[in-house]
T-cell receptor, first 112, second 113 residues
């Protein structure tokens, strides 16, 4: 049973528009969440994180929202750029960093 | 800055062969991890280490062994390779603390035929 779910395997967005990537989790003990971006033939790179004491965290064009009651988080990218085309992984941890559980990823394509 | 370095990038093994995937980091991170990623799946933790001489099993440790003799190196050993071990393997490291994030290597694509 997947503890971290990303139900959209792929998403296509026009350049300049908003990209919204969703992530759901089942384990209420998770208290730290991260998003990673992965380009082909490279390892994932850290994008943004949020702890359970917050409901929003921003870093430039990237914002992560956390809804603890719904066990749902989302990543907003505004405005989307072609260089944002990659696979995005959601990850969660129950003890601030050890034993992250990863979702299956969403492939984002930003069309010029 | 080298970061996390994995070798080899690609490898084909025959069933029953053994090999070691190498991982080295130059950031003086205490924590190191091995993940595998199967198609359409998230990364699954194989083994991790919180420091030299200390290792522990992750979610999918069967068929693998690790050692951590130095802070820098964390090799993953496959004994008696099986087709189910065909995957992309990622090594990662992280500093301890409340704001932890993983730094990944570029991965090893392993096929067992």
């Amino acid at each position: 049973d997947q503890q971290v779910k990303q139900n959209s395997p792929s998403l296509s967005v026009q350049e300049g528009r908003i990209s919204i990537l969703n992530c759901d989790y089942t384990n209420s003990m998770f208290d730290y969440f991260l998003w990673y971006k992965k380009y082909p033939a490279e390892g994932p790179t850290f994008l943004i994180s949020i702890s359970s004491i917050k409901d929003k965290n921003e870093d430039g064009r990237f914002t992560v929202f956390l809804n603890k009651s719904a066990k749902h988080l989302s990543l907003h990218i505004v405005p989307s750029q072609p260089g944002d085309s990659a696979v995005y992984f959601c990850a969660a941890s129950g003890n601030y960093g050890q034993n992250f559980v990863f979702g299956p990823g969403t492939r984002l394509s930003v069309l010029p | 800055n080298a970061g996390v370095t994995q070798t080899p990038k690609f490898r084909i093994l025959k069933i029953g062969q053994s090999m070691t995937l190498q991982c080295a980091q130059d950031m003086n991170h205490n924590y190191m991890y091995w993940y595998r990623q199967d198609p359409g799946m998230g990364l699954k933790l194989i083994y991790y280490s919180v420091g030299a001489g200390i290792t522990d099993k992750g979610e999918v440790p069967n068929g693998y062994n690790v050692s951590r003799s130095t802070t820098e190196d964390f090799p993953l050993r496959l004994e008696l390779a099986a087709p189910s071990q065909t995957s992309v393997y990622f090594c990662a490291s992280s500093p301890p603390g409340s704001d932890e994030k993983l730094f990944f290597g570029s991965g090893t694509q392993l096929s067992v035929l």
